[in-house]
């Protein structure tokens, strides 16, 4: 088998839905490396590649392959309905808001589209209260600046005293969206990692992609890896300052491992 026809198949496996018929440029290269080579690499899964996927098309303004990876995780089964859910929220945190209100309303018809071509109902939602994290105000802060030191790996959280730091990070970023239950952390690891590297934030890209690496959520060639899959949807440059990120931060837990032992 040749790439090419590699590249197909794998992109009906991937998309749930057969090729275009395209023979342009751009459209050959996706089907012959994105298809033919990345996505079926062994050192992410294919439900690892969702969450580094889906955030990109989120992000770029691409209305045809933002509706199509939604449609592609949630009809291959390779998310939920309620992990979908949680990943634009998880998204709106670090994407922004405005972008994942797209994103919601894409979820919300491909949802519905799956449900019609089976000739079914869409289930209603899952309810969303209780929540699972305390609603009194200082205890809540106090989870929010523990969280927040456990999910960075850092000994300190930021003041409370300020709105952005205090009812931002602390009371709902660390304080509830990072403590909810329908995402596991290394798939918020991978979004969170993917909005940082497109963000051109000088400091996240630096501390999240530390934290995946040393909390052990993402391993070393996990990383290596995200940053291929990432060149292939948000671009080569980025993805340039992505991968000397993760070159620096691997060595940084390696020097700390080392320390620690």
Known sequence: MNRTERGRREFTEVMTFAPP????????????????????????????????????????????PLRDHVYAALNSGDLTITEM?????????????????????????QWDRIHRERGQQPPPPEPLLPLPTASDPERRLAGGEQSFKDINCMPHAPIRDNPYSGAGILNFVFGEMWLRPGLGMKERRLVTVACVAFQDAPVPILSHVYAALKSRDVSFDEMDEVALHFAAYYGWPKASHLNQVIGEQKQRVLDEWRAEA
């Open 21 to 64: 018929p395209d023979s342009t440029a751009a459209a050959s290269a996706l089907i012959d490396f994105v298809f033919g080579e990345v996505w079926p690499r062994p050192a992410l899964s294919r439900r690892d590649r969702r969450f580094v996927t889906l955030p990109c098309v989120a992000a770029a303004d691409a209305e045809g």
């Open 85 to 109: 859910r949680e990943t634009v929220l998880h998204f709106a945190v670090y994407g922004g808001w405005p972008k994942a209100s797209r994103f919601n309303i894409t979820v919300d018809e």
